[in-house]
């Protein structure tokens, strides 16, 4: 039995998939001095050897060109304190580093403080998916960050969220 084929009608398929929690991430580079990035929470790890991870970011960004003239990027993984951190980021036409600390990483990409955690990676491959780029980047460093209390930042049905605490069901 096959079912009728229809139309999927963008904003019910943004619903649907804003029922799928996801991290936050914010993807950065720099190109001669000027550190770029954007927020992301299409992020996902691809393989363990080679160590690879994804994320994909709308064909028409403006940060995105820059970021693969550079060749490499970072994935700062937001910690549940960073909410301003992501707006500012997912924002276009404003100055998104504005009061934003940050030093650079091994490989030349800008490490935002406070993050949960951060893999410097080199761009690997890159594939045209519909209105998107599927970017997957070789981890060249990585640094997990020690504070046992740190909560990542979650986006779940158009918001953020918190884990429930240790232990609760």
Aim: net charge negative; aromatic share 8%.
């Amino acid at each position: 039995m096959s079912l009728p084929s229809t139309a999927i009608e963008p904003m019910r398929f943004r619903e649907a998939l804003g029922h799928y929690a996801s991290g936050i991430t914010v993807i950065t580079s720099q190109v001669d001095g000027e550190p770029l990035g954007f927020t992301c929470q299409s992020f996902y790890s691809v393989s363990m050897s080679p160590p690879l991870v994804s994320f994909s970011v709308m064909s028409s960004s403006a940060s995105y060109p820059k970021i693969r003239q550079a060749g490499r990027f970072m994935v700062n993984i937001l910690s549940g304190e960073q909410v301003r951190i992501s707006n500012q980021f997912a924002s276009k036409g404003t100055d998104k580093w504005q009061g934003v600390q940050w030093q650079e990483s091994p490989l030349g990409n800008p490490i935002i403080a406070g993050s949960l955690h951060w893999l410097d990676c080199e761009i690997h491959a890159e594939h045209v998916a519909g209105d998107h780029l599927i970017v997957i980047g070789e981890v060249k460093a990585l640094n997990l960050q020690q504070a046992a209390a740190a909560q990542p930042l979650l986006y779940f049905k158009g918001q953020y969220c918190n884990l429930a605490a240790p232990g609760a069901v």
